[in-house]
């Protein structure tokens, strides 16, 4: 589980902010209209989601603490760059790693139904280790994982393999909107 989790899905919660990402992927899975959800999640998401989640991200990392950040490949980008743009904002002496990491074409986390192999997660997550180092010195100690949905782990359990691969020392913490588990 993350360390840090927002909310667990609730299917009756159809106005939530911070239900929007899994239910945004559920109605475009099935080709329905997704302009209310992005709606709900716009109108809302600073409110009851963004700033929420920086409060419980400052409980572990101060303001002006340097650590590295990820946010998790993902193909619905605008909820996990409102997040980013949102840590950048706050969290200014912490160092984006999210371009160094990508996706394998055609891997889909959520499409997982069980918790994948680490040879699979190997195979399914990319990380450039050039940018990895270039950004992420021996100064860096702790390093802070988001995405907006927690379903089975593979997404962390992926990123966290290939990171523990350049830098077993390196403190991992994740944080996300939502569970589904």
């Known amino acids: ?24 992927r559920y109605y475009n899975k099935r080709n329905q209209n997704t302009d209310v959800i992005l709606d709900i999640w716009n109108s809302k998401k600073e409110k009851y989601v963004l700033s929420v989640l920086m409060n419980k991200i400052q409980e572990i990392f ?41 996706k394998v074409n055609g891997f889909e986390a959520l499409n997982s139904n069980r918790e994948l192999a680490d040879f699979e997660l190997r195979q399914s997550y990319l ?13 860096i100690k702790q390093l802070l994982l988001i995405d907006d949905v927690y379903a089975i782990g593979n997404t962390f359990n992926g990123m966290k393999i290939l990171i523990r691969d350049i830098n077993p020392d390196i403190e991992i913490k994740t944080a996300v909107i939502l569970t589904t588990t």
């Open 1 to 24: 589980m993350p360390d840090i989790s927002l909310h667990r899905y609730n299917p009756s919660e159809n106005n939530s902010a911070l239900n929007a990402p899994h239910r945004f």
């Open 62 to 102: 101060a303001l002006d603490a340097t650590f590295a950040f990820a946010v998790a490949p993902s193909n619905t980008r605008f909820f996990v760059d409102d997040i980013q743009n949102k840590l950048q904002l706050n969290f200014i002496n912490a160092i984006d790693i999210s371009g160094c990491f990508s």
């Open 127 to 139: 990380l450039d280790v050039n940018c990895f180092n270039q950004n992420v010195n021996e100064n």
